[in-house]
């Protein structure tokens, strides 16, 4: 799978090729090149005041300068089926597998959510997950778990069948819940550690 950022395709075709030129080295930029940009950025501010969206001429500039809103995320995927890298579209969605289904859901929310943590790189890597990863076989739950690893995110999951003892996992926490019988309404708890190798009942 891949994430691409890619200029909208609803804007005006000037903004992928004032985006080609803003990524260029400013030094390299010819006299062309930067009436282009002056010509293009005017015309978007014309629009701003046309548009009279903006509470003020500092919002109004927010708005022109903001590239974020020139953008978009698309999920690609590749089957590995000789089609190449795909957009993740509804239908293709639609003609995937359970597994492939959800992979191709969780994916982006994770690289988002690691995305979204560097902002504040002290802040607790939080990632909580119900019922994590149905439908997915072993292998891949190996690949997804290791991308979770190397995006440093701190997995607390709720599963009745995941353990978690993946060669791609250096170490994990496991609590199994015990319930009671002979209508004993007690719950208790068995801990295990996986260390990457080996699965360790009652260690700290």
């Known amino acids: 799978m891949q994430l691409v950022w890619q200029v909208a395709p ?12 803003l990524l260029k080295d400013p030094v390299r930029l010819s006299d062309a090149d930067r009436e282009s ?7 978007r501010i014309e629009q701003a005041k046309a ?16 590239y974020t809103a020139w953008h978009r995320f698309v999920v690609k995927v590749d089957r590995a089926n000789g089609a190449g ?16 289904k ?16 560097q ?10 997950l119900d019922e994590v990863f149905v439908g997915v076989d072993s292998t891949n739950r190996g690949q997804v ?24 996992l250096s170490g994990i926490g496991i609590h199994q819940l015990i319930t009671g019988s002979d209508g004993d309404d007690a719950v208790t708890t068995a801990r ?13």
């Open 51 to 66: 548009d009279d969206t903006a509470t003020s001429w500092e919002h109004q500039l927010a708005q022109v300068f903001d």
């Open 102 to 117: 959800a992979i191709a859901l969780h994916l982006p929310l994770f690289a988002a959510v690691a995305a979204h943590y």
């Open 10 to 21: 609803d804007l005006p075709p000037g903004t992928k090729a004032a985006r080609d030129l």
């Open 145 to 168: 778990f290791a991308l979770l690893s190397a995006l440093d995110l701190d997995l607390m999951l709720t599963s009745d069948h995941e353990w978690c003892t993946y060669r791609e």
């Open 37 to 43: 940009l002056h010509r293009f950025f005017r015309d």
């Open 192 to 204: 295990f550690t996986w260390n990457g190798h080996d699965l360790l009942a009652g260690s700290e």
């Open 85 to 100: 890298w795909q957009p993740l579209t509804r239908k293709l969605h639609g003609a995937l597998s359970g597994g492939e």
């Open 119 to 128: 902002a504040v790189p002290a802040a607790p890597r939080v990632i909580l």
